[in-house]
Each structure stands twice: as structure tokens, then as C-alpha cells.
């Protein structure tokens, strides 16, 4: 982990998926190093603006700081391509509503880079006129990157969806932290959105897809200040 | 219950009587006036005095508790209603702060009206009144509606405020000292400005208990459109001086802790020796505590039961009833019985631990013995040196009469919001005359255009700088340029999240069957199959990791799991809890007994009056050490085990102290002094470091000036609120209380726990992209005086300039060593976050090594391997993250740490 760490001024983390060596990021993302390719899932993009529709006035600003934060990433590790898990958009008025500096934003950080838009429950396509390319899945040797994680074909999966943030008790008191979790066969990544909340680790959805079957263990990627801790997903605690 | 509360029996020397008759001003009705006399009972002065202002003046009413307030308060409207020939509408309109107050205070007007034959209708209306009831009352009002401020915040909302209102003639606050400097106070106000609009001829009266500055109340009962408008005072005389002690313990006196373990032996001899005692603490946890000890000595099967804010409300009105009808003989309660509500025979108040506040200890003894003439009984009994001198300090403020001063304040931005939004659903207004008419509001007369303007558009579209919210609107303009709410789902929505008191969020507390369901491996579902003992705040619950156990409701119960609002427990067959507390005092000490504490400690002389053992023990302060001056600040440096401890006594409380350490600890990092933790309590803050501070300050290579110098309230003050806890609480409380997240939604109610989590997401937003906006503001406003007091620590640091000693010892010194006993035992909650996941991670690697933990996995078992020595040379980020916050490294951690081995605790008997 430490020689991991050395490598990126962010201390990301080894995190390895079957043969594929990723690193966690602690801003929530996965670097795949030797595909040059990064990846993000749930950016809820717009979900400001859809509470607003309902008379809740959250800050309009989630999409403009959940870019500036994509486009850290970026600089940081200049990936040849991107990969968006799902769920980008908030909603189907999301695209409509998309203020056009945010626009301008999504369109450099695009530029020079293949973009894939990989469809989520929350937005089946995404808004017209952006570029990237859209699809259900997307197969990279024995990786598999898709929005909802099944629970049938688990192996080499990279999913998103569940918002996963696993709660931790020591002397300091309880923390609580968005986490990828991973058992080395699979992994589901915390959303990255500014205004995507989490759902705790031990819920029953993670039982599922982490039964132990891969022989190794199942470790929740905490995201810290500014690196990214490994813990037993036993050790974590319900919320 | 006989309440002769109000009114005394006839004094021997009937001369207010006299001065009564003779004053054609201050003359009672004869209707009135007999039935005085056939009660065997004088009008009291204070009593015809406001009677004389009715009418005429806006009058507050200052009075010790027994002295009649209330019926002084309704004299002139019971008065008025029996000489006017028709019915005119609602006449009055009473506001209390308490539900049951409302209650009680309804039951005993009922019986001047009857025994005069007054044609006269009182109604009460509550959260609890019938909707269809309430209904009837805005229809046909009674005479005198008594209710809560947030019922009339909903009245005054509805679209029929006109001319409900119309007709009203006067508004009776009571206990308007302990409302007036809160953000219940300022809607409040806000709602008697917009009461005097709708009925200009009002009046308004206050009742209070004693306050150190009746001007402020005096103005806040006053519409301030002239400058130094203000209520007519009427003082009624002081009654009967309270008999104060402080228990003079033989016992041996604790050095920390608050627990006054040492003193239960006497605190139940004294129970036994009254008729009705209340034994005041200032946590739940202590009141838990107490009951359960007191309960292990009762070898008389004395009644003593337990009343604090968490137990469920049926369970409450039991104690309440039970004391009422004499069949107790102690209680054991937190401030949930300080106010007015006055429930029986009590002949001796004993208040456990140190009264925090010259007012709160006031109000505390004015419970025994609820009568003017009688001398209230109360025995203070302090739990630690420190508290000694604390509660001679407030005694001594007591006897002379004298109060806290409370702070000046201005009306907060977020209940502005909340009662721009209301007088919107109210009906249609012009910005204009709603801001005149919000800036005659004492709270709100120094309000600016600007800042009024950001209210208007955080209720109309959230008050962004970036306008992209404009089409989803909740208040827009006419076409004549006045405001009106855009559907009325949004009124409907502000009928349901009016109010500004912010529970913190509370769990259910649910006791399933089956204590003996150990197994970890069971992963089913909970069943949640079982009473509700009550209700507990949720950051407690958060900190604890199920399997623990806790005291609540006077058992020690084991914590099973949360599921939804409900903590799911059982009861356990431990002797003592594993958490034993979560919280020093609640309420910090305030700002005028810290000032005497101080003085006590600097005037030698004045020690002749506190028990030997703490005497003995400042004089040897005074020797090895020095006394911390009146106007100075005492700053020690001592080494200990291998580290540097820096003490310093500020005394001035511990929320002032905490965030002092905080920046402190942040500033010596910078500086790489390498501090390790920080402990702070209400007297004094201690932070440890692996670098001799000290020898820093003795070499001149830093100057302590310079270590406490004001600007670390500025970019380091910053830097620590971006990732603050107490902040993020704070800004969460101004979230719902302004309306930008909503209590309750329409259809399902949104638990606290999925608000809390968006607003800590909201506020790093907010914070990054628009540091100015209103509920910012709001927040750091609510952050000075609240659970950061910031103003008390910029109030100390510009004490201290200039005026500090400094005094390097070779070991700790006397003062210094309560603060001492306190590491360890109290944590600063959620600054510690990545030691915490570095422990986790650490944890791991321990694993790898050894891969045969025995026993069941938990985080317990973890935090204690890693809680050895750090070894810098090894475990390079375990060093680092093992800094600045929280306990120290080299101290058992709090889940590692058994409660003290006394603690054999058998549970209560039933």
C-alpha cells in the first residue's frame, strides 16, 4: 500500500480487481494505471436543481463542485479515457437544467479523451447534446464495468450504485466515510457527487454481492482527509 | 393541589392594602376586592401597579417565584372582560413556554373566574389541542387564549390573522426571561410586531423571574420605533432570603469527575430528613447516575423517582402526578423542572454538581418551598474541588441577589427567514412595510436593508448569487410589486416546520425481550417487538458500537442496533455501563461566575469560607505555583512521562475552552511542536506535546503573546470550521429552522438521520462557492455564542494579551491536576477522523500478523491495539495521524477504559 502510495501525492491505494491493478483515489475515484482509463460513478449531477423543482433550495453549485473535483482528477492523472458509472445525472430534467458554464466545464474536461457514459438507473441515456459515448456496459479483458452490481456475474465487476460509506469506532469517536468496498474479485465505488449521500457498508445489499466465495477479504477503502485506509469489512460498524 | 402560589395570606400589616384604597389609581373593583378579602388576602403592590398600567403601557412584571405573578398578569384582563357590556372577540392572549405550564396555568385561572362568577371563557391551545377544536377557537375565540409561541407563529401564518386578532387588547408573556435571548424569543417578538400591526391599541406584559438587566426585556416588550422605547418596570419585593448551603462533606472531596459519588451517603440522609426533596443535576447521565446510586443505598424503600427530558412523556406525567399527590419523596431531575410548573410540597432543593449560572441556581432553589414568606431550603453539593468554588461563588452571587448578565444578541437571520415565509402565507406583502414593521422588533432593530433583502430571496428562491432558481419560486411579486406565497402547498409546508427549537435528533429507545440473544452471528432482522423506555439523543447512540452498554431510564441497558429512529436495546446483566457518560456539565459556566470564581481564587481572604481541604489545597497552588490573578492569565508548563503539558485557566467555560485547543493544537502542529491532545473542562485547558513548550517561552524563542495572540481566530479559526463538527451542527439547525431543508415533508416524515447527512454535503458546498450567504451568516452567528463560543474565547484572548504569567515548573502543579484526571475521560467528538481510520487500517495489518484474534471482531478490541505507544520510527502515519486532536495516544482509549471499579451499580430496585 505504502509503495502504492508513493506514487501519487494524493496517497492513493492499491486497490486490485482479479489482475487488473487499480488505485483508489481518495477523492473516490479508481485509476487504472496500464489502461490509463479513470473511473467515477454516481455523479448525481443536477441533483441540487431537481430538490429546487420541489421548492428545496440546496445550493446550485453541486454540479460546478462536483466537476472542479472531476477535473483535479484529471490533471492529476490524465486519463486516455473516462469512465462514468451511472447515475450521472440526477434525473431526466438534468440535462435541461445543466447551468452552460457547467456545460462549457464537462466539454473540456471531455476534450482529448475517449468518455463513456455507462446508463444508471437515474438516467437511462444521458442529456442530448453532450458528448461521450453512451452505453449499457463496458468489457475490458476481464474487467467489467457496469452501474448496478449483480449479484450472479461478480467476478471482474466495477460497479457503482449502492453509495457505499462504512462508519468506524475508535478513540476518537465514531467516523463515517464514503469507502469502495472490494473482496479482490469485484468492487463498488463510492459515489463522487457532491450531494450523493452514502449507504452504510453492512447494509443487507452488500451481503449479497460479498459472500466470502472469492476466498479473500472483504475490505471497505475508507476515504480519509486525504488518503485512503483499509479496513475489514467486519470491523465496520451498522449504522 | 391547593395553589396558593399567586397570592399570600393577609400580612399581619395589611399597608399595601391601605396604599390600595387610598390610591383611586390602584383601585380593585369591589367585585374583586371582596373576593380578596373573603380569601383572607391582600392585593400585593406589584399587583394593582400593573393593573394601574393596563391600558395604558407596555409593563414587565420582574417577581420571585410565590409572588403572584400570574394573577397579577390577568388582574387587568379579568377586569376589563367583567366591566365591558358585550363581547368584543379574543381579548388576550397568554404565552407560555411550556406546554404544561399552559396547562397549569389554565386550571388555576379557572378558579378566580368561578368563585367570582365572571362571565369570562379561557381556552388553552396546544400542539395537543384537537384539530378540530382548533378549528372552533379561530371561529369563535374565547376570551383568553393561552398558548405557545409556536401555536401563535401558526396563528398569525393563517390566511384569518386579521381578523382573529383584531380585537385583541393584550399579550402576557410568562417567564419571558427565559425566552426572550433565545431564537424562540426572536419569533416571538416577531410575532408581537406583527400582533401590535394587525391591533394597534395593544399591550404588552412580561412576566419574569429576576434578571440582571430588565432594560433588554423592558425594550423587548416594546415596539422600538422611537429610540429607547421601553416597558414601564414594576419590581415586586424580594422575598424571604433562600437558606443556602453548601454541603461541607466529610467525605474525602475529588480532585475531578462529576459524579459526587463521595456524597451520596449524605445526600440521602438529607432526603431522608425532608418531606419532598428535588435533586437537581445538570446531564442525563449524572441524573441516571444518581438515581441509580441513591436507589443501591435506599435501604428504606423511600420513593425517590427519576424526571429528565429523554424519558418517555407518559412515564413523566407520572413522577409529575405522583409528586403533586405527596406520594414521592425525592426526585432526581435535570433543568426539565427549572421553570415555573410547580408540582408540590418541595421543602428542599439539593443541586448536584456546580450550578453553572448565578440565574439557573436561582431558579432552582425558588423550588422549594414555593411560597414568598418562607425561606427556600437548598443544599449545593459540588462534585470536585473546582465545583467547590464554583458553588461559593454562586451562593455568595445568591445571597447578594445578583444574576448572570445575559448577552447581548441580535435576532437571528434564520428565524427571520421562517417569519418572512409566515407573514407570506399570511397573506400577500409589501417588502417595505414588512421590514418597518420587522425592525420594531427589539431583536431586529438594527437590521439592515441588505441583510433583510437576503432573507427576502433565501425565502423566495434560496438566495443564491447564481439565479438559476428563479422559476421554481416559493414567493413571488405581483404585479403590484407585493410578495405572495406561489402555491399553497407552501403554506401548508411552513405549517408543518414552524418552530425554531431543533431537537437534536432523537432515537427511540425500545427495549426488545431476550438480553440473553448474544449471538454475533445472528444477522436476521431486530425485532422491534417492545416498549419505548424513551428517547435519546442520536449523537450518543452514534458513538457507541452495538453490544455496548449504557445507562438509561435508570437500568443499564445493552445496545443492540439501530433500525430506522430506533435504537433497539436490551436490558443487560452488567454492574456497570461500558459508556459511562457523554458529556462534562451541559450548560458552560457562566461569564459572571467565572469572573468571581477568579476572584475567590486571587483574595486569599476569602477563603476562610470554603471547607479546608480545598483551602489546603490553593494554598499549596499559591506555593508551588502561583494563584491565577483576577485579571490575569495563568499559563504552566510542566513535563510529564515523556511529554511537555501546557496548562492554562481561563475560566471561561468549556465550549470556549474546547475550541481554544482546537486552534491551538492546529497552530502548535503548524509551528512543529508536535501536540498530542488536548483535554478542557470548564476552569482550565491542558494541551501535551512532544517539545518543551515551556522552555520556549523561558528561551524568548517564542513569546506566549504570540502563542495567544487574537489572530488565530482568523485563518486558523477558518481552516478548523471547514471540517468542524460542532459547525456543521450549527449549520444544520440554521438549515431547518430558515426552511432550506424541511422537518417534515408532506407525505412521509424525513428522519433526522437523512437531513443530517445532506447538510454536512450542503455545507462544504455552500461554503466553497458561496462563503457569504445568509445561513452562513446564520450559522456563525449561532457558532459565537453557541456550542463554539467564540465570543467568550475572543473576549479571553483579548484579556490575555499582555497579561499573562507564565510559570515553568519542574512537575504538575496542584491546579493543574483535576484537568489532568480529565484525559481520557471525555472525548472531543469527530475531529479525530483520520486517527481513527488509520487505527482501523493499523488494525488490519495487526490482523495479517495475527491472524487468530480470538473472540468476536470489534473495534473495541482494536482501538486498544492501538493504543500502545506510537513508535515514530516504524509507523510513519500512524505518527502523523496520531496528532492534534482528541485523547492523547498514550492514554487508554475511551471503549478500552472501564468506568471506575466502583461503579458495582446492581440496578435499581422496582
Known amino acids: ?239 | 393541589m391547593q395553589k396558593d402560589a399567586y397570592l399570600r395570606r393577609r400580612p399581619a400589616n395589611a399597608g399595601v392594602l391601605e396604599r390600595a384604597v387610598t390610591d383611586p389609581d390602584l383601585e380593585l373593583p369591589p367585585r374583586f376586592l371582596s373576593w380578596f378579602v373573603a380569601r383572607g388576602w391582600a392585593p400585593r403592590r406589584h399587583q394593582l401597579e400593573l393593573l394601574g398600567l393596563a391600558g395604558v403601557a407596555d409593563s414587565l412584571l420582574i417577581a420571585p417565584t410565590g409572588a403572584g405573578k400570574t394573577l397579577a398578569g390577568f388582574l387587568p384582563t379579568l377586569i376589563e372582560l367583567d366591566r365591558q357590556k358585550k363581547r368584543q372577540g379574543l381579548h388576550t392572549l397568554y404565552i407560555s413556554p411550556l406546554k404544561a405550564l399552559a396547562v397549569d396555568v389554565h386550571r388555576n385561572l379557572e378558579i378566580p373566574i368561578a368563585e367570582m362568577g365572571l362571565a369570562v371563557r379561557v381556552e388553552t391551545r396546544t400542539g395537543d389541542t384537537s384539530a378540530a377544536r382548533r378549528q372552533r377557537q379561530r371561529r369563535d375565540p374565547p376570551d383568553i387564549l393561552i398558548t405557545t409561541p409556536e401555536q401563535l407563529a401558526l396563528l398569525l401564518a393563517g390566511p384569518d390573522s386579521q381578523t382573529l386578532f383584531s380585537s385583541l387588547r393584550r399579550v402576557i408573556f410568562d417567564e419571558l426571561h427565559a425566552i426572550a435571548a433565545s431564537k424562540r424569543g426572536d419569533l416571538l417578538c416577531l410575532g408581537l410586531s406583527r400582533l401590535r400591526r394587525i391591533a394597534p391599541g395593544l399591550t404588552a406584559t412580561g412576566l419574569s423571574a429576576t434578571v440582571r438587566d430588565p432594560a433588554e426585556l423592558q425594550r423587548w416588550l416594546t415596539a422600538q420605533t422611537t429610540r429607547n422605547s421601553s416597558a414601564a418596570l414594576v419590581v415586586a419585593d424580594r422575598g424571604a432570603a433562600p437558606d443556602l448551603s453548601i454541603l461541607d462533606t466529610a467525605e474525602h472531596l475529588p480532585w475531578a469527575g462529576h459524579s459526587a459519588r463521595h456524597a451520596l451517603g449524605e445526600i440521602y440522609a438529607a432526603i431522608k430528613g425532608a418531606k419532598l426533596t428535588l435533586v437537581f443535576v445538570n446531564t442525563r447521565a449524572q441524573a441516571e447516575y444518581i438515581f441509580q446510586e441513591l436507589w443501591r443505598r435506599n435501604e428504606d424503600g423511600l420513593p425517590i423517582a427519576l424526571h429528565h427530558g429523554s424519558l418517555d412523556v407518559a412515564q413523566r406525567r407520572k413522577v409529575e402526578e405522583a409528586m403533586a399527590s405527596c406520594r414521592l419523596k425525592a426526585v432526581v431531575c435535570t433543568s426539565t423542572l427549572d421553570l415555573g410548573v410547580d408540582w408540590g410540597d418541595v421543602d428542599l432543593v439539593i443541586n448536584v454538581g456546580a450550578p453553572k449560572g448565578a440565574s439557573r441556581l436561582a431558579q432552582r432553589i425558588g423550588r422549594a418551598n414555593h411560597r414568598l414568606d418562607e425561606p427556600s431550603r437548598a443544599i449545593l453539593v459540588p462534585a470536585n474541588r473546582f465545583e467547590v468554588l464554583e458553588c461559593r461563588a454562586a451562593v455568595d452571587a445568591a445571597n447578594e441577589g445578583a444574576q448572570d448578565t445575559a448577552l447581548a444578541r441580535s435576532g437571528a437571520l434564520d428565524v427571520l427567514c421562517q417569519h418572512i415565509l409566515g407573514m407570506a402565507c399570511a397573506g400577500p406583502f409589501d417588502a417595505g412595510e414588512l421590514f418597518a414593521e420587522i425592525r420594531s422588533a427589539e431583536p431586529y432593530a438594527r437590521l439592515l436593508p441588505e441583510q433583510f433583502d437576503a432573507a427576502l430571496n433565501f425565502v423566495a428562491t434560496g438566495g443564491y448569487a447564481l439565479k438559476s432558481y428563479d422559476r421554481f419560486a416559493k414567493i413571488k411579486q405581483t404585479a403590484d410589486g407585493r410578495w405572495r406565497i406561489a402555491n399553497g402547498r407552501v403554506a401548508q409546508s411552513y405549517r408543518l416546520n414552524v418552530g425554531t427549537i431543533v431537537e437534536a435528533d432523537l432515537l427511540k429507545v425500545r427495549l426488545v425481550p431476550g438480553g440473553a440473544k448474544p449471538s454475533a452471528s445472528y444477522t436476521g432482522p431486530l425485532r422491534r417487538t417492545g416498549r419505548v423506555l424513551g428517547e435519546i439523543e442520536e449523537y450518543f447512540i452514534e458513538m457507541l458500537a452495538p453490544q455496548d452498554t449504557f445507562l438509561f431510564g435508570g437500568e443499564i441497558l445493552r445496545l443492540q442496533g439501530v433500525v430506522e429512529n430506533e435504537a433497539i436495546v436490551s436490558r443487560a446483566n452488567a454492574d456497570a455501563p461500558k459508556i459511562p457518560s457523554y458529556a462534562g456539565g451541559k450548560f458552560p459556566l457562566s461569564t459572571y461566575l467565572a469572573m468571581r470564581v477568579r476572584r475567590i481564587l486571587a483574595e486569599e481572604s476569602s477563603w476562610g469560607a470554603l471547607p479546608g481541604q480545598v483551602a489546603g489545597w490553593l494554598d499549596l497552588q499559591r506555593r508551588r505555583s502561583a494563584l491565577p490573578p483576577a485579571d490575569q492569565l495563568l499559563v504552566e508548563t510542566f513535563p510529564r512521562g515523556g511529554r511537555y503539558y501546557l496548562a492554562l485557566y481561563p475560566f471561561e467555560g468549556r465550549l470556549a475552552h474546547t475550541t481554544l485547543g482546537m486552534l491551538l493544537t492546529r497552530r502548535m502542529e503548524r509551528a512543529g511542536l508536535k501536540p498530542l491532545g488536548f483535554v478542557a473542562n470548564d476552569y482550565a485547558l491542558c494541551v501535551w506535546s512532544l517539545t518543551d513548550v515551556g522552555a520556549l517561552f523561558e528561551t524568548g524563542a517564542m513569546r506566549l503573546a504570540d502563542f495567544l495572540s487574537q489572530d488565530m481566530l482568523g485563518d486558523d479559526l477558518e481552516e478548523w470550521l471547514e471540517e468542524s463538527a460542532l459547525m456543521k451542527r450549527t449549520f444544520r439547525n440554521c438549515a431547518i429552522v430558515s426552511g432550506l431543508i424541511e422537518r417534515n415533508v408532506l407525505d412521509r416524515r424525513k428522519t433526522g438521520r437523512q437531513v443530517k447527512i445532506s447538510t454536512d454535503l450542503i455545507y462544504n458546498v455552500l461554503r466553497r462557492f458561496e462563503p457569504g450567504h445568509i445561513l452562513l451568516e446564520a450559522a456563525k452567528a449561532d457558532a459565537a455564542t453557541g456550542l463554539l463560543d467564540l465570543e467568550r474565547l475572543a473576549g479571553l484572548l483579548a484579556r490575555a494579551q499582555g497579561r499573562t504569567i507564565h510559570k515553568a515548573l519542574p512537575r504538575v502543579s496542584p491546579l493543574a491536576v483535576p484537568i489532568l484526571l480529565e484525559i481520557g475521560r471525555e472525548t472531543v467528538y469527530g475531529e479525530a477522523q483520520d486517527e481513527t481510520l488509520a487505527q482501523a487500517a493499523k488494525a488490519l495489518v495487526d490482523e495479517v500478523l495475527a491472524d487468530s484474534a480470538p473472540g468476536r471482531p470489534e473495534l473495541a478490541n482494536v482501538s486498544r491495539l492501538g493504543n500502545g505507544r506510537p513508535k515514530p520510527a516504524t509507523e510513519p502515519r500512524l505518527r502523523e495521524s496520531a496528532s492534534p486532536k482528541g485523547t492523547p495516544p498514550d492514554n487508554a482509549g475511551r471503549r478500552a477504559k472501564k468506568p471506575s471499579t466502583s461503579r458495582r451499580a446492581s440496578g435499581p430496585r422496582r
Request: aromatic residues 8%; hydrophobic residues 45%; glycine residues 12%.
Open chain 1, 1 to 239: 500500500m505504502r509503495d502504492a502510495a508513493r506514487k501519487s501525492p494524493q496517497r492513493a491505494a492499491a486497490l486490485p480487481v482479479l489482475d487488473a491493478e487499480f488505485l483508489a483515489d481518495p477523492s473516490g475515484a479508481l485509476f487504472w494505471p496500464s489502461e490509463n482509463l479513470l473511473v467515477v460513478a454516481d455523479l448525481h449531477l443536477e441533483k441540487g436543481s431537481a430538490f429546487a423543482v420541489r421548492g428545496v433550495f440546496l445550493p446550485p453549485y453541486d454540479t460546478a463542485a462536483t466537476l472542479a473535483a472531476l477535473g483535479n482528477l484529471i490533471g492529476l492523472y490524465q486519463p486516455r479515457r473516462v469512465v462514468a458509472l451511472g447515475d450521472s445525472f440526477h434525473d431526466g430534467g438534468a440535462g435541461e437544467r445543466l447551468d452552460s458554464g457547467d456545460r462549457r466545464t464537462l466539454a473540456t474536461l471531455q476534450r482529448g479523451r475517449d468518455w463513456i457514459w455507462i446508463a444508471g438507473n437515474h438516467d437511462p441515456a444521458p442529456p442530448a447534446g453532450l458528448a461521450g459515448e453512451a452505453r449499457g456496459e463496458l468489457a475490458i479483458g476481464s474487467i467489467l464495468f457496469r452501474h448496478e452490481p449483480s449479484a450472479a456475474r461478480g467476478r471482474g465487476e466495477i460497479a457503482g450504485h449502492l453509495h457505499p460509506a462504512a462508519k468506524l469506532s475508535g478513540r476518537g469517536g465514531s467516523v463515517r466515510g464514503r469507502s469502495f468496498v472490494s473482496d479482490g474479485s469485484r468492487c463498488v465505488l463510492p459515489a463522487f457527487g457532491a450531494f450523493a449521500g452514502g449507504l452504510n457498508v453492512r447494509d443487507a445489499a452488500f451481503d449479497a454481492l460479498f459472500d466470502g466465495e472469492a476466498g479473500k477479504p472483504v475490505l471497505a477503502h475508507v476515504i480519509g482527509r486525504s488518503a485512503v485506509y483499509a479496513v475489514p469489512h467486519r470491523l465496520c460498524l451498522p449504522d
